[in-house]
Structures are given as structure tokens and as C-alpha cells.
């Protein structure tokens, strides 16, 4: 979904009495009998209702808008709730269809009605997905429909542990909504944003994340679909509704961070899922180029003439089996003013990894073209800081090349010397990306940082370790890792720590040079973090192995299938904490 096919803005809520029965409400429920009022109910409507605990004020102000004949079928898990409805219906002289289901799987055929509301029942939907995707599977191509929060949910009770629960949630109740209204054939739609409780989460945070749920579920690469183009389904607008107008400036903060941040990773993301005949290191180069022109960032290129001068040994030696020229991307955003904090961001920039001389087995080997998902991320970050202007002096570097068999490509038992200095046997040719990180850590520390973080898809071994679920973090900085995990927990991009120890430096040395590219024995993603720890000193470092969160090969969760543009809403959220810290 792109920001042209998108509008975000918010609306308060009106301040009129709609009945007697409204007015007495709460702001939630006056919110609630807005929507309701928006709804174009002209003509005979087929109305599904799941939730009937406000059928008062549903019935009065469908009865007013409707100008044909109005069905409502009510759906609700409480047979109390559904009695107060029917009562209440044969009272204003209504009749509906009072049913009690259970609510994950509605008994009706695709597409029954032509328009679904879901009123303060969103609590118990939003504990299971297969619920949320019920209600819209009975609404009709076309169709309209409403889901809403109950006030304040959670209430005093919410401790802060939960709040990031809270996140993920609006996000995928955010999501859920765009993609299958996309599917549907809807166009249009509004989502309302619940409001605050007690110790609940703030407006700017709850905005955050519902925004973002739909700016990145409604994601599609569509550039090389040349067929049933006028097939391709977009949302043209949502329309994010806050309960109290003293909400509404909190909110419209959180949106706009939110997409910002989208944006960003949606470019990002572009980057990873195009092929790697376009997607070479050159036209990275050239990415970058423009970035730092569009946004105000430093850019410089390193080329292969000024690697070996410098003696980039461990990435010049992968680069040499492909005819693609190896770019060394550096980019650089300092800010006027007070800078907080000096950082340095390593991606992995294997544009395509057929695994060189040690060559991978053919099946998959197409997603090989996301190996580099940790450059892509680095440049989507770099994007992010300098449109929010974040006060730190942030330096990003991606080494690119590709890892290709030819005859000049480097051997299993060659060895190369880094600029660190420090010499390399190459055991394994497919255990390239480290190579490549070697020289880059090592380039990065010229800059004396106060951290560095290195993202990329290093391992298989992670993915063993962790499936699809969770990035893989080592490092030798303890508060540093602290804060990434924190960082991970509140954007939705969970981070697990494993092990670093002395035990797993020994793993990796060699009889013939300082260190190999592979380890004795087990643990593989330890290993290779291992290795690149031997280039940072003692320079807080993490390391982040995307391998099992970069891209999804099912299109299971709510991003969709293709690469997930993971880092750049972790890190931008550590920065963010960061600035928040050294305020």
C-alpha cells in the first residue's frame, strides 16, 4: 500500500446527542453511534451484528438511516445479552433474528451480508485471528462493515509487561482488517482506535501501532505483474476514529511516527523482494546514492580499486568469483545541534548467494536473492533517522557483492587477510557473509561509536534454533542487548539472546591462520557470531541473525509473504528509547 493510495487522518467525535439513550452514554458509546451514523444504509441491507449488548442504540439509529428494509441478524456468545436485544427489539416494534454462536465460526455462507458490525465484542475476536477473518468472510464483496473497541480494555489492571501484547495486537487487528478488505473489494473502511484507561497504554502508542498494522499489511509488489493489472486490489482510505477529541493530537503524533517508519520499512522490503538481476550490488549503490540526496544523509562508495588499497581481504576474496563489481556503502547522518550518541549499523549486502564453490542444493535457492535483507534494512534505517531528525551521529554500512562459482571464485582452504589485519581460512565458501561483516565491523570502529549493531541473514542454524518466530542476538555488551530485547518486545520484532563464550571463540580456530570461517562441532550461529566478534574489540556490539525473520516463505503472518523489512522497526525503536533516555 503506498502513501499515495492511503490517506491517514482522524476524526473526533461529534458532540450531539443521536437519542435520549445515546446521550447518556459514554464517550465510547457515542463514538460507536457516530460510526453507525456513517454507514450508508439506503436500499434493502442483509445487517449482521455480532454483539448485541448495545442493540439499543443499534436499532434506533439503523431504523433512522435505513430507507429500505433492514434484516439484522444478531450474533452474540451470551444468551443474557442476546435476550436484552431481542426484548429490546420487539419493543420499538423491530423484529430480528436473535442467534447464539460461537463467534470463530459464524454459520453462514461467504458473503451473506451486506454489511457487518462488531460492536464492543472486539476483546474476544481479537483473541484469535480465525475470528476476526469469520467476520469478514460473510461480508459481501462491496460491503460495509464496522469493528470497535470497548473503552479503556484492560483497565487498571494493564501492567506494562502487557502493554506490548496490547501493541502486537492492534497491530494484527489493524492488519487482519486491511488484507481482508482488500480481498473483498473494499475500499474504504474505519478503524476506531480504543481510548485510555487507568495505566493503560498511551493514545500515541496505541495510534502507532494500528497505523502501522495497515500501512504494512497492505504491502504489494506489483512492478512486474503485467497481466489483469486492473485486478490488483488497493485500499484507498482509512479513516482512524479517537474517542475524546483531547486524544486527537496524541494520535495524530503516533500516526505520523508510524508512518514514517512504514514507509520506511515497505522501501525496504522492495529492495529485499526484487530479483537479484536488478537488485545488484551497482544498483544498491545507486539506492543509496539517491537516499542521501533525498534525505539530507552523507553517502560514499567504496569501489573495488579503494578495497584493495585499504586491504579489504575477506570481502574482496567472495566478491571475486562474480563479474558484479562489490560496493561498499557508506552513508552517514549527523545532525545539526546536540548529538546524543555515536552509532554504527552493519547489513549484510549479499545481493545473491548461490554459496560459490561450496554451491547449495537448487531447491530455494531463488530466496537466496534476500541474502542481502541486512543491507536493505540498514538503508531503510538510515531513511528513518533522517526524517525524524534523531539527535545521534548514525554511520551505515553495507558491504555488497555477490557469492558466485567461476574460476576466479575463492576455494575452501584459501586463506585472506582482513583489515583488521587478522588472516582467514575459508573452510566453507557459503560461509561468506562473515567475510564480508569482517571487514565492515572492523571499518565501522574508525569512527570510535559508542555501539554497533550488524544485522543479516547469517545462519541456517538460527532458524533450527528458533524457527520463523524470533531473531537470533549475541553481542559482548550486556546493557546494549538489554536494550534491543526491550526495543524488540515493544515493535513486535522479538529478539532471543543465545550464548557467547570463550568456549565458542575456541570452536573457530585454526592450525594455519589466526581464525577459519567455520567452526568445530554444533552450534553454528554461536560460531559465526564468534568470528565476528574477533573484529570489534571491545566496542559494545550486537549482533542480529535475521536469517529465520527476514522473509516469510508462507505469507502466515500479518506482513504477507517476501521479505518483512525486520530491523528496521527494532532499531528505530531502540533510538527512539534512547533519545527518550538522554533527554
Known sequence: MSKGLMRLYFDGVYNRAYDLTVARLSPYRRLQAHCLDKLELNGDKSILCVGLGTGNEVLGILARNGTGNLSLTGVDTSMSGLGRAYRKAQGRGKEIAALRMDAHRLGFRDGSFDVVLCLHLMGFLEDDA?????????????????????SGRGGPGLAGEIWHGVREKLRAGSATAVRRAKEIGVKTFTFVIPGIGRRDLPMDEKAWAVVEGALLSGYQLTEYKTEDRDKIKEISEVRFLVEKRQDLAAAQRGAKKAETISEAVNWTRTLANYPGNKAT??????EARKLAKEEGLSCRILE?????????GTLLAVAQGSQQPPKFII????????IRGTYAVVGKGITFDSG??????????????????????TLGLARVAARLKLPFHLIFLAPATENLPSGTAVKPGDVVRSLSGKTVEIINTDAEGRLILADALAYAQRYKPDGIIDMATLTGAVVVALGHHATGMLGNNDPLKRKVRRAGEECGEKVWELPLWKEHYEQIKSSIADIKNVGNGGGGTITAAAFLGKFVSDV??????????????TGDSWLGKGSTGVGVRLLTRFLLNEMERKK
Not at 480465525?130 to 473497541?149: D, N
Not at 552513508?331 to 546536540?338: A, D, I, N, T, V
Not at 560459490?356 to 534494512?377: T, V
Not at 559494545?540 to 516463505?553: C, K, M, N, Q, R
Open 331 to 338: 552513508l552517514e547522518h549527523k545532525p545539526s545541534g546536540r
Open 356 to 377: 560459490g564453490i561450496s554451491i547449495k542444493p537448487s531447491k530455494s535457492m531463488e530466496e537466496m536473492k534476500y541474502d542481502m535483507c541486512g543491507a536493505a534494512a
Open 281 to 286: 550490488p551497482t544498483f544498491l549503490a545507486q
Open 540 to 553: 559494545p556490539w550486537v549482533h542480529l541473525d535475521i536469517a529465520g525473520t527476514a522473509w516469510s516463505e
Open 130 to 150: 480465525r475470528a476476526t477473518r469469520e467476520v469478514f468472510r460473510v461480508l459481501r464483496g462491496g460491503g460495509q462493515f464496522l469493528i470497535t473497541y470497548p
Open 304 to 312: 573495488k580499486a579503494e578495497m584493495e588499497k585499504l586491504g579489504m
